[in-house]
């Protein structure tokens, strides 16, 4: 009979399999999770969305100095929101793009770019039917409007060298740099009511002092905010489930294997 061979106290311990969430990290296995969630995140958002309607235009008062064209802000103030706050997310993605190698960083970067442009679009858009009654024009060249214009031609320039780009490692890498050098925008939108005098008015909620605005409408706001986070979670995991689909086919087929 044949001894199993001893076993040596001085070989290298077997790796350890990845704990928990880190085995997402890889686009096979992040596919069909992405597919399980999607579903949830859109329901989520229309419940919030509609929630948050039916309180700003049903439940919150008139307005005594803006009358009803306030309304506009519960949709304006949180597509500012989420414009910012995407593209640090897509900047956090580049960097562990640049710094890790993951490939699903790149990828998520990617996905979020169309939704981050579309909040921006959204911002300038009803910033001007609110700006028009209020101020009596439709544009001015005030610092956080002109700052939010210049997010938005980040967001297409990114787009933009993305599709340019022949090699996807190389827009990948060229993007993150992009994304990374324009993150410097996003404070001087969001304190340039503090650092200039502008005519844009300043924040109704910060987190040193209570909110100026009263509580229905304070609601209405956060719930105008999560249903953008939730939508924007759901369409980011639905396109980045087509960018792993023609990047990664194998990824695909294995998921349909598993049906």
Same mark, same amino acid.
């Given at each position: 009979?044949?001894?199993? !061979?001893?076993?040596? !106290?001085? /070989?290298? /311990? ?24 999607? !579903?949830?995140?859109?329901?989520? +958002? ?33 597509? /500012? ?25 790149? *990828? ?28 009596? +024009? ?20 990114? *787009? ?15 993007? +993150? ?33 209570? !909110? ?8 209405? *706001? ?10 924007? +979670? ?10 792993? /689909? ?14």
């Amino acid at each position: 009979m044949h001894k199993p !061979p001893a076993l040596n !106290p001085f /070989a290298p /311990a077997a790796p350890a399999s990845r704990p928990g969430w880190l085995r997402y990290a890889s686009p096979a296995r992040f596919y069909p999770l992405a597919g399980r969630l999607i !579903p949830w995140l859109a329901l989520a +958002a229309a419940l919030f969305g509609a929630a948050g309607l039916y309180v700003g235009l049903v439940v919150a008062p008139i307005d005594s100095q803006q009358g009803e064209v306030y309304r506009i802000l519960f949709i304006h103030v949180a597509a /500012a929101w989420m414009s910012m706050f995407l593209y640090l997310v897509m900047a956090l993605y580049a960097a562990l793009g640049l710094v890790l190698q993951t490939r699903l960083s790149f *990828m998520m970067m990617r996905a979020l770019a169309p939704t981050g442009a579309l909040f921006t679009f959204v911002t300038l858009w009803t910033g001007a039917l609110w700006g028009k009654p209020t101020w009596g +024009a439709w544009w001015v060249w005030d610092a956080r409007l002109t700052s939010e214009l210049i997010l938005l031609f980040l967001y297409l320039g990114f *787009m933009a060298l993305q599709a340019a780009s022949d090699d996807p490692r190389r827009g990948d890498r060229g993007g +993150a740099i992009l994304l990374l050098a324009g993150v410097v925008n996003v404070p001087i939108i969001y304190f340039s009511v503090r650092w200039w005098n502008t005519l844009h008015q300043g924040a109704s909620i910060n987190l040193t002092t209570a !909110p100026s605005m009263a509580h229905v409408m304070l609601t209405a *706001m956060l719930l105008m905010v999560a249903a953008f986070w939730l939508y924007s +979670a759901a369409v980011g995991l639905a396109r980045v489930r087509g960018i792993i /689909a023609e990047r990664e086919p194998a990824a695909m087929q294995a998921e349909e294997k598993a049906r």
